[in-house]
């Protein structure tokens, strides 16, 4: 017999839950910002903060509250994605209020003190966080709704168009008297399950049916429709509401899925040729596009009296050098206005904690996405794991639209870091995010249910006389 | 505050950072490294082996054994047989090992251990594991009929180490 032969054995992959873990974890993510905010504390004020017994509860409590209801709707979700969004939320909080200390980018006329607003916004993505847990019994509901996704996603991204542009694009719904919202923001988890459910049924005909040329698979005329009406909409987004990120993020996704779905690299060749040929459109014309790209190259040119803010942020990089000024010691207020706790947090994030903070944090985001990627792997129906890859996917193009610009990698455009900037939408909707990343992990690492005793498998009784 | 505080702070506070970076993968190594590989031990080891391997076995396999023996919670003590040995006939040194399945002896294709023997009939026994793991020998009908030493079996009947179970012109035994 042959498997006499068979001289190793697979070792069992650890606890089946992973719960224990997860809380472990999360005291620890829940730890290293209550540390961060004494450090912040004693360097600026040379006192332990008096908020602090407050932040350690409220953070405490919503983690705790989060971890039960993970413990209860979703035993079997994957352990680090909540310690993970904790800590970056946790550590964006002090960074936000670190840089409320700095009287000159927190006058009334800029807002004022954020964190407590901010700290609002994470409870209400918590609340939507256990909402989503909660009520979202199976992932696989959301693939009825492929196409009523559609519409609300292209409603929201249509929206901001007819409200006034803010901070040179027009990427906000302000409703008077309560506030604005980013729709981009819901938009991107909205678009995903659109194009996990649309690609999970057409991935054959755009896989398939398609020519070999030159070592690349050309797909059919009308297969390139999809790719063309997404590329001529995210196009329109650049040009109507002057936002480069969104732009990117939304093609970028398109093409992600789509190459995951098909398996065809040429995908990938046609979604690149498209968006540096739009880019490269809309560029010649846009002024807005213009001049990003152009402070992205010339980043020491004098503009209204002093240096561009990609110069303040590369300044802010090199004062940090490797392990960085300390907490509270930086001197990213220089940078002004509003940017530096939004679009710039990174920068003072790298000039506090230095190169090695900074590669910490992105290893954090790049864990996270890895137990994105790894739970579209481990998914066992199609839709799941296309909607986990985009939700994943979509998370790492903002990061690293986010981060390529603030360090110089690629032109800036307006998007916030994810759960660490400033911003409500952007802290709600990634908590939304991670519940459903949570939910299909719950579902794809849930063992399954142990088969009904069959009677064929039952000793045959032999009755003698 | 001294400047030495706030350097052993800075300092300690990316120690934290990057340890809780060292922990989450440490919490995910076996994705990163594969699952985790243990080589099976000599014979000598038979029974704990046997064990390991039925509990780390995936699930598909320990269903396919529960359905081929009906008895995939089964327990090898120590001291228990590993392997069948056919000593006489035209099959003599063939082997197989056991591991919690019920073999079955005839002439039918199907079988086992296929007999290529006139005198034994096409289903002419079977040998499995009762639930304390004791082996058992049990004859299903069989014209000439199974012997085990040299009493004819009616009966399904715990097989002791070494002892010859005769069908036709093949002996088997249980070895350790």
């Known amino acids: ?465 | 505050m001294s400047e030495l505080t706030l350097t052993v702070m800075r300092l300690g506070f990316l120690a934290v950072l990057w340890l809780f970076v060292i922990v989450a993968v440490q919490v995910i190594r076996s994705d990163l490294f594969g699952t985790r590989v243990t080589q099976r031990g000599a014979a000598r080891r038979g029974g704990q082996e046997a064990r390991t391997q039925r509990q780390a076995a995936p699930p598909q396999q320990q269903q396919q054994r529960r359905q081929e023996g009906g008895r995939g919670g089964n327990r090898q003590r120590r001291g228990a047989p590993t392997k069948l040995v056919v000593s006489e006939g035209s099959l003599t040194g063939t082997t197989v090992a056991l591991q919690g399945q019920t073999i079955s002896l005839g002439r039918a294709h199907d079988s086992t251990i296929v007999l290529d023997d006139d005198y034994a009939s096409s289903r002419h026994a079977r040998i499995y594991p009762d639930r304390d793991g004791q082996w058992i020998v049990e004859d299903l009908g069989s014209t000439n009929g199974t012997y085990l030493d040299r009493t004819r079996l009616t009966t399904p009947t715990p097989i002791p180490l070494g002892a010859p179970i005769r069908i036709g012109k093949t002996v088997i035994e249980l070895r350790k």
């Open chain 1, 1 to 465: 017999m042959s498997s006499t032969t068979n001289t190793t054995t697979i070792g069992t992959i650890g606890a089946p839950s992973r719960r224990n873990t997860e809380l472990a974890m999360l005291v620890f993510a829940v730890l290293i910002p209550v540390f961060a905010y004494i450090n912040v504390g004693l360097a600026k004020e040379e006192a332990v903060p008096a908020g602090v017994l407050g932040y350690t509860l409220g953070l405490g409590l919503l983690a705790g509250v989060a971890h039960l209801v993970v413990r209860k709707w979703a035993p079997y979700a994957d352990p680090l994605m909540l310690p993970i969004a904790t800590l970056l939320n946790g550590l964006g909080l002090v960074f936000i209020w670190r840089l409320d200390q700095e009287p000159q980018i927190s006058t009334p006329q800029l807002g004022g003190a954020m964190a407590p607003g901010q700290l609002m916004w994470s409870t209400l993505g918590v609340a939507l966080f256990l909402g989503v847990l909660i009520f979202l019994k199976d992932h696989r509901v959301l693939q009825r709704y492929t196409y009523i996704s559609m519409v609300v996603a292209l409603v929201l991204l249509i929206a901001p168009i007819f409200f006034p542009a803010r901070f040179g694009a027009r990427i906000w719904i302000t409703i008077p008297g309560v506030g604005s919202l980013q729709p981009g923001e819901f938009a991107k988890i909205i678009i995903a399950i659109f194009f996990a459910g649309y690609l999970m049924v057409k991935r054959d005909a755009l896989a398939l049916a398609s020519r070999r040329f030159m070592g690349l698979y050309l797909p059919r005329g009308r297969d390139l429709g999809p790719i063309l009406v997404i590329w001529a909409l995210s196009l329109m987004i650049l040009v109507f509401e002057t936002d480069l990120g969104t732009s990117l993020l939304f093609f970028g996704l398109f093409v992600i899925m789509l190459y995951v779905a098909t398996e065809r690299t040429s995908w990938i060749v046609f979604g690149l040729l498209l968006s540096a040929g739009g880019a490269v459109a809309v560029a010649t014309f846009e002024s807005h596009v213009q001049v990003r790209v152009h402070n992205w190259l010339n980043p020491l040119e004098l503009l209204n009296g002093g240096v561009t803010e990609t110069a303040q942020a590369m300044y802010s990089f090199g004062s940090g050098g490797i392990l960085g000024s300390g907490l509270g010691q930086g001197y990213s207020r220089l940078i002004g206005g509003i940017a530096p706790k939004s679009d710039y947090i990174l920068a003072t994030v790298g000039e506090e904690i230095g190169l090695a903070g900074l590669m910490a944090i992105l290893l954090l985001y790049g864990l996270l996405i890895e137990r994105g990627i790894r739970t579209a792997l481990a998914a066992r129906d199609p839709f799941g794991k296309l909607l986990s890859i985009g939700l994943s996917g979509a998370f790492a193009l903002q990061v690293f639209v986010v981060a390529g610009g603030v360090t110089g990698l690629i032109p800036l455009t307006g998007m916030t870091m994810p759960f660490l900037a400033q911003g409500g939408s952007s802290v709600i909707a990634n908590w939304a995010l991670v519940a459903i990343l949570l939910r299909i992990s719950d579902t794809a690492r849930r063992p399954a249910p142990t088969p009904a005793p069959s009677t064929d498998a039952e000793m045959t009784q032999v009755v003698r006389p």
